[in-house]
C-alpha cells in the first residue's frame, strides 16, 4: 500500500467513525437558516394539505391518558326510563296493556284454535305414528347401508348391519316399556281420575296431536298485534341519505381529497326509533340539513314525520345527531296524560303538557314565567293555550282570567266553569271589559310588589311569591293566570293599543315574581301583534308551524332561525307539534296533549268542582260581574301633560308620579318612577336625567321626563289615527 491509498483509507475509516456524531455548531447554523428561509415553496404552491406549515406545533400523539379520561363521555349506570317515575310507570302501563289485549284476543278465540287443532289431529296422529316406526327400524341409515351395497363393500355393510341390529333391539325396548307405561297411565286415567281430568287430558291429547299435524302454510294462531315493521336504520342508509344532500362517507370523500361524515358513536335504539350521531364535513352545520330535511327523509326512504335532525346544544355547530322514529309523530300512539281523569296540580311544579319524538313526556312549571304562544291558524294554537290554562284550572288556587278574541268560544271550557274573569268577542264592550281587568291586575301587581317587600327575609327569602305564600289567603298571593288568544286585537286597537301594550309589558316584565302569569297566543307574530318589549322578554315559547323566518324569530327569539331552530320545517298535518323553549333548556320538539272540547268540558267541570270544595270560585265563574267594567278610560300623555304646565320643560318622575296621583287616585295610586318609565316606553318617550332643585334649593340630576316629547308622542299618535 503506498502512501496515497493509505491516506484515503484513514479518511474513510475516519468519516464511518465519526457518521453518527452531531456537529453542535453546524446544527444551530442550519436551523437558523431554515427558519430565515420559507417552507417548501413547491408544496405550498401546489396546496398539498400534509405539507406542514410553520405555525404547526410539533407532532404530538394527542392528548395524555388524563386528557382523555377527562374528555370521555360516560354512559349513564341507569337507564333514563328507570330514573323518571313517569317514564317507568308509562313503560310498565304499555307493557301491562299489550299482554292483557294478547290474553283477551287470544282467549276470545280460543274455541276457534281448538277447533283447527282437532281437525288437524288426524294427520297428526299419523304423523306420530309413520315417525314412530320409522325411528324404530332405522329408517334413516338406509341411505348410508344401501350406498355401502353400491360399492360392493362387504365390510362396510357388515358394521352398518350389526350397528343397526343394536339399535333397533334398544329402541324395541323403549318403544315397550313407554307403550306399557302409556297404556297403564291411560288404563289408571279411564277407571279412577275424575271426568274433568278424563276430558283434559283426551283434550291435551288431541290438541298435541293437531299441533304435530298442522301444515307451516295454515297458521292456527292470528296475529294479535300487527308489529309496525320499520327498516333497522344502518350506517349504509344514513350515508346514501346524506350522499343524496351532497355529503359523502368521509373515505369517498377522502379519495377526491374531501371531508366528509364520520360517525362518532354506535347507532342505537333510542325510545320508539333509532339514534345516530356524527360529524359533518368541516364547514357544513346541521342547519343546512334541517333545510334540506325533505330530502333526507326520501333518502331514508322514511315519512317526513319520522326523520328529525337536530344539533347537539354543548358541541360545535357540524355535530348531528339523526334520530328516525318508527311511526310519524303526527299519528303515533302517545302515553295517556296523567292528568286527564283525575290528580291536581301545584303550579309552582313541573307538569306534563307533552311528549317529545322518543315519546317521552315534557314538563312546564307555569309559575314565573311569560309564555308566547305563535302559529298560523289551524296548527293547534288555541288547543296548546286552553291546555295550559286547563292546568292552571287544576290548581284550586289560582285566578283564571281568559280572553277568547277569535270569539268562537273555545275558552269556554275553563272560562265559563273556573275564571274569575271571561270574555269572547272583540266588542268595544269585550274590549272595555279586557282594559279595565288589565287596570286592576296592574294595581293588584303594585300592591303585591309592596306586600313581598315587607315580609321578613325568614319567610320570603327570595323576593318573590311562593307555593307557600300562596297558601296563605291573607297575603293574597295566589297565583293569577291571563290567556289571552289572539292577543293581537289588543295590541293593534287603534284606542287602547297602546295602553294594552303597555300594561301587558309591565307585566310580563314584573308579573312572574309576583305571581302572575300572562299567556299569548296569536296567529300573526309580528312586530305589530307581539310587540318586541312582551316578545322579548317571555320566559317561555311555543312555536308551531310557521310560514318564514321573521315569524320563527319573533317567537322562538333572535337568531333562533339561524341556529337550526325553525318551526317552518313543520308539516300542514304536525297539529300541536312545536318548538318549546323554557324550563331552562335549548329547544325542543314537542307534541302538545291533545284534548278535544268534550274532554275539555269534563276537565272543567272537575276543576270547577273541586273549587266549590275548596270555596275558591270567584267572579265570572259565579255569575258576578266586577263593579267598575263602565270606568272611564284614561289618556296617561294627556294627563301627565295637565299636571306638567308649559312652564316645566323638564320634571323629575318623582313629581310627575306624585300629581298623577293627586289628579287620579283610582289610576295612579302607588306609581312609582319605575312605573312611570315602563308606562311610558310604549309610547316612545324615553327618561333620563334631567336638571332640577331639591326642596332645600340645591340643584341635582335625576331621572325625569321632557314636557316637549310628550307633546310630540300625543302629535304623532294622532295623526296616526286621524290617517286611519
Not at 420559507?38 to 400534509?50: C, Y
Not at 337536530?310 to 358541541?315: R, T
Not at 314565567?369 to 292546568?391: D, E, N, Q, S, Y
Request: aromatic fraction near 6%.
Amino acid at each position: 500500500m503506498n502512501h496515497r491509498d493509505e491516506h484515503d483509507f484513514f479518511n474513510r475509516l475516519e468519516a464511518e467513525l465519526t457518521a453518527d456524531v452531531v456537529d453542535l455548531d453546524k446544527a444551530r447554523t442550519a436551523r437558523t437558516a431554515s427558519a430565515d428561509r420559507p417552507a417548501d415553496p413547491t408544496a405550498e404552491e401546489l396546496g398539498d394539505p400534509s405539507a406542514r406549515r410553520l405555525v404547526d406545533g410539533p407532532a404530538l400523539a394527542g392528548p395524555g391518558y388524563l386528557g382523555r379520561l377527562l374528555g370521555a363521555k360516560r354512559q349513564a349506570i341507569i337507564p333514563p326510563w328507570l330514573r323518571s317515575t313517569e317514564e317507568l310507570k308509562t313503560a310498565a302501563g304499555w307493557v301491562a296493556k299489550h299482554y292483557s289485549h294478547l290474553a283477551g284476543y287470544h282467549a276470545l278465540r280460543s274455541p276457534v284454535y281448538a277447533a283447527r287443532l282437532t281437525l288437524q289431529a288426524p294427520r297428526g296422529a299419523a304423523r306420530v305414528v309413520g315417525g314412530s316406526v320409522r325411528w324404530l327400524a332405522d329408517r334413516e341409515g338406509d341411505p348410508v347401508r344401501a350406498a355401502a351395497v353400491r360399492r360392493e363393500d362387504a365390510v362396510e355393510y357388515l358394521t352398518l348391519s350389526r350397528q343397526r341390529d343394536g339399535r333397533v333391539r334398544l329402541r324395541a325396548i323403549i318403544a315397550g316399556l313407554a307403550t306399557l307405561v302409556g297404556s297403564i297411565t291411560a288404563l289408571s286415567i279411564y277407571v279412577l281420575a275424575p271426568g274433568w281430568v278424563q276430558a283434559l287430558s283426551v283434550s291435551a291429547l288431541v290438541l298435541a296431536l293437531g299441533a304435530a299435524g298442522r301444515r307451516p302454510d295454515a297458521p292456527v294462531i292470528n296475529r294479535a298485534v300487527e308489529v309496525v315493521k320499520a327498516p333497522k336504520l344502518t350506517s349504509d342508509i344514513i350515508l346514501r341519505a346524506l350522499g343524496a344532500l351532497g355529503i359523502a362517507p368521509i373515505s369517498q370523500a377522502q379519495s377526491k381529497g374531501r371531508d366528509g361524515f364520520t360517525f362518532t358513536a354506535p347507532i342505537t335504539r333510542d325510545g320508539p326509533g333509532w339514534r345516530a350521531e356524527g360529524d359533518l364535513p368541516y364547514g357544513v352545520t346541521v342547519t343546512d340539513v334541517i333545510e334540506r330535511r325533505d330530502k333526507l327523509a326520501s333518502g331514508l326512504r322514511r315519512p317526513l314525520g319520522c326523520v328529525w335532525p337536530e344539533a347537539v346544544p354543548d358541541e360545535h355547530t357540524g355535530r348531528l345527531v339523526l334520530w328516525v322514529g318508527d311511526q310519524d309523530m303526527s299519528t303515533a300512539k302517545k302515553p295517556t296524560w296523567p292528568l286527564l281523569k283525575s290528580g291536581s296540580v301545584d303550579l309552582f311544579k313541573p307538569v306534563a303538557f307533552g311528549t317529545d319524538q322518543r315519546g317521552r313526556w315534557v314538563e312546564i312549571t307555569l309559575m314565573y314565567i311569560a309564555a308566547v304562544i305563535g302559529a298560523i291558524p289551524r296548527m293547534g294554537k288555541t288547543f296548546l293555550l286552553r291546555l295550559l290554562l286547563l292546568i292552571a284550572a287544576l290548581d284550586i288556587r289560582a285566578e283564571l282570567h281568559t280572553y277568547d278574541l277569535k270569539g268562537t268560544g273555545d275558552l269556554d271550557p275553563v272560562g265559563e266553569k273556573v275564571s274569575h274573569r271571561h270574555r269572547a268577542g272583540d266588542e268595544d264592550a269585550d274590549i272595555e271589559y279586557a282594559l279595565a281587568d288589565l287596570r286592576e291586575v296592574r294595581e293588584e301587581l303594585r300592591r303585591r310588589a309592596k306586600m313581598i317587600r315587607s315580609l321578613p327575609r325568614d319567610i320570603c327569602p327570595e323576593s318573590k311569591v311562593t307555593s307557600e305564600l300562596a297558601n296563605k289567603p291573607k297575603l293574597g298571593l295566589h297565583p293569577i293566570v291571563i290567556g289571552v288568544d289572539e292577543c293581537q286585537v289588543w295590541f293593534e286597537h287603534p284606542k287602547h293599543g297602546s295602553e294594552f301594550e303597555e300594561i301587558c309589558t309591565d307585566l310580563v316584565k314584573r308579573g312572574p315574581a309576583t305571581g302572575i302569569v300572562l299567556l299569548l297566543a296569536t296567529q300573526r307574530p309580528d312586530a305589530k301583534a307581539l310587540p318586541t318589549g312582551i316578545s322579548a322578554n317571555a320566559s317561555a315559547r311555543f312555536c308551531l308551524k310557521v310560514m318564514g323566518q321573521l315569524e320563527n324569530d319573533m317567537v322562538l327569539g333572535t337568531s333562533s332561525y339561524k341556529r337550526g331552530v325553525r318551526a317552518t320545517m313543520f308539516s300542514w298535518k304536525d297539529k300541536g307539534i312545536h318548538y318549546f323553549v323554557g324550563e331552562g333548556s335549548d329547544a325542543r320538539i314537542v307534541s302538545s296533549v291533545y284534548v278535544d272540547a268534550p274532554t275539555a268540558e269534563a276537565i272543567g267541570n272537575r276543576a270547577r268542582a273541586a273549587r266549590e270544595r275548596a270555596g275558591t270560585l270567584t267572579g265570572h265563574a259565579l255569575g258576578l260581574e266586577p263593579e267598575h267594567t263602565e270606568r272611564s278610560a284614561y289618556d296617561l300623555l294627556s294627563d301627565i301633560l295637565a299636571v306638567v304646565p308649559a312652564e316645566e320643560p323638564k320634571l323629575w318622575s318623582e313629581i310627575v308620579v306624585s300629581r298623577l296621583a293627586d289628579l287620579r287616585p283610582d289610576v295612579y295610586g302607588g306609581w312609582d318612577p319605575e312605573g312611570l318609565a315602563a308606562a311610558l316606553k310604549p309610547h316612545g318617550v324615553p327618561t333620563g336625567q334631567v336638571w332640577g332643585k331639591t326642596e332645600g334649593g340645591k340643584g341635582a340630576n335625576r331621572r325625569g321626563i321632557e314636557r316637549a316629547r310628550i307633546t310630540a308622542a300625543i302629535a304623532e299618535r294622532d295623526g296616526k289615527r286621524d290617517a286611519s
